[in-house]
């Protein structure tokens, strides 16, 4: 009784933690991940390079997340938006959720050395960027473009991690994921707009008002599906892959035409919901395309 008790016990914390950092949007950044991979190798890579990449993906994702929501821990106490988070209501401690951070990020520093080499001594610089961006909303406005900058790092980690070396499309993969990152960030920061203005932070939407938000997200996706397009010519793809950006782009016209800040779980369908959508088929045409069309 006593080990089925500390077994639930584990799994319930499991699960809270799994609720803290958002596990589920994952689906955000290792889409683009596998993609750059597979590029990069010409094919699927290895084994080897696919569990440790994934597990360094895993590694830096949670901890910054857990990171980001012990640095605002205030804040989301006194937004009503956010005021039910695991820390704000004590379902976790603080203390807890500072040695989830640390072993994530040692996990991440570890899977980057058995990587390669130019992995392991940029994975200092990644902790580095994707925790201070828990800081960027207290001074700029830009915020929503350095969470973007930080995600994308997955898509460019992922290539290095297959060839060891620097090169120009996984730049563009990963600018590619910056602007549509912070597109929706842009959108689902539409509803603390009042909340961040008494505040004191910063957010496109807060400096900008509601209306010139949303006409700068629409900007950023525009200018994303261009990327794509130039993927296309880029790489010599093939009419797969123009399928996949064309239902992308569909997925994005209809996001923006159902935003409504009022309506919060209208809004997480806009920001989380269709942008998990949009990724998985982008990554789906992009494989079939790839093995079988190109």
Known sequence: MVIIN????AAHKLKLFGELVMFSH?????PFAIISMVWAAGGWPSGRIMLWGLIALIGARNGANAFNRLVDR????Q??????????QRLLAEKEVAVFVAVNYAIFIFASGMLNLLCLILSPVAIVLISTYSYTKRFTYLSHLYLGFVIASAPIGAWFAVTGQIAFTPFVIGTVVMLWIA??????GTQDIDFDRRAGLWSIPSYFGLKNALRIAKALHFIMIMLLLFL????GLGWIYLVGIGAATLLLMTEHNIIKPSNRQL????SYN?????SMVILACSLVDFFYVS
Do not use: E
């Not at 994952?26 to 290792?30: A, E, Q, R, V």
């Not at 809004?267 to 806009?270: F, I, R």
């Open 6 to 9: 500390a077994c639930k016990q």
């Open 26 to 30: 994952t689906l955000f950044s290792l």
């Open 74 to 77: 205030t804040f989301d106490s």
């Open 79 to 88: 937004n009503p938006r956010t005021a039910h988070r695991h820390l704000p």
């Open 183 to 188: 597109g929706f960030d842009i959108i689902y």
């Open 232 to 235: 296309y010519v880029w790489r």
């Open 267 to 270: 809004m997480k369908v806009a």
């Open 274 to 278: 269709l942008n998990q959508v949009i």
